[in-house]
């Protein structure tokens, strides 16, 4: 059985589990916890879902995670608050849940951690052996020098600003900025399209976006006002052994990738390890599903359906 760790509102994980059926795959929603039984010891995890359903660790066939988060952020006072201690808890013993699985060699994919592990400046450095990368600097407590003029500023994780607003990547002037505070500036790079790589396992689904369709700078801000057309890309040879050799060298199974396209040529971003990749096959076209799914299943999911087909039943008696 397939152990998805994610949250209630996380409709990738619907698909998937859509697709390799129900009976085969048991989700663990973060934010209903309170929903769930869990009993961990010696012997390992049994967890119980609020349909009566239950998994111990021993018929566990694979980990996917997810989207373990949860998704209505709270205020907390400078007191503190039980509700972000509660939350702290949980998503404790959610990483012990992945650790077991990992320790068992169960974990698909995603690498929790990963984000440390190669984090966006150690992306940027490794990128140089495989892409184009954009000039880029971190600093705090000291100005820019030796910048170029047109910059952009970007947040380095993936934190609110205030009352859950969030850092969208914005033109910048260096030597304007504000040294008290931390700032990750890169070159500002006058790109005709945004393309995004989705990696899955060795196999690479592209697509690109017409930067005259959208606002501003990140397109990420147009995200929930409209449906932005992102279109397949083929990939020619040289790319997808640069985009191999990349993510090999980084140790990552899946990432979505990130690159500006000017002139022609691809200019590396960043990887996110865990990114959303859902949205660029809605209807299951693509073939990213099948591919996910494909990967989530390897090596045990037909051997579960064949046991099961085998068992004797009871429910005629």
């Known amino acids: 059985m397939l152990l998805i760790l994610t949250n209630s509102v996380d409709s990738t994980s619907d698909e998937i589990v859509r697709r390799i059926g129900a009976g085969r795959v048991f989700r663990l929603n973060i934010d209903q916890w309170r929903e769930y039984r869990l009993v961990i010891d010696r012997d390992g995890f049994e967890i119980g879902d609020p349909s009566g359903r239950s998994i111990r660790e021993s018929k566990v066939r694979a980990c996917y995670l997810r989207k373990p988060t949860f998704d209505d952020p709270i205020d907390i006072p400078a007191s503190g608050s039980p509700e972000a ?5 949980v998503g404790a013993v959610i990483g012990e849940i992945y650790g077991m699985c990992r320790s068992r060699g169960l974990v698909r994919l995603v690498e929790k951690g990963a984000g440390i592990r190669v984090g966006k400046l150690q992306q ?4 140089e052996r495989f ?6 600097q971190y600093h705090w407590g ?13 947040p380095l994780g993936a934190d609110f600003v205030q009352d859950w ?7 910048v002037v260096p030597a304007e900025l504000d040294i008290g505070f931390p700032w990750f500036v890169q070159e500002r790079i006058d790109a005709s399209h945004d393309e995004t790589v989705v990696y899955v396992d060795g196999t690479i689904f592209a697509f690109r976006l017409d930067r005259g369709t959208i606002s501003g700078i990140d397109w990420r801000r147009d995200i929930f006002s409209r449906a932005l057309e992102w279109r397949r890309q083929p990939q020619d040879g040289a790319f997808e052994s640069a985009v191999r050799g990349f993510m090999e060298s980084a140790g ?13 040529e691809r200019v590396f971003l960043e990887v996110n390890p ?19 799914v494909q990967a989530l299943t390897q090596g045990w999911a037909h051997e579960e359906r064949l046991a099961t087909e085998a068992a004797p039943r009871d429910d005629f008696a």
Do not use: C, M
């Open 85 to 89: 201690w509660t939350r702290s808890e």
């Open 124 to 127: 940027l450095r490794a990128a």
């Open 131 to 136: 892409f184009r990368v954009p000039r880029w």
């Open 142 to 154: 000291d100005a820019v020098r030796g910048f170029p003029e047109r910059a952009v500023a970007k």
């Open 165 to 171: 607003r969030f850092f969208f990547t914005s033109e």
């Open 252 to 264: 990552l199974a899946f990432g979505r990738l990130d690159f500006l396209v000017r002139n022609g």
């Open 274 to 292: 865990n990114g959303q990749w859902g949205w660029l096959d809605l209807e299951g076209r693509e073939g990213i599903f099948d591919r996910v």
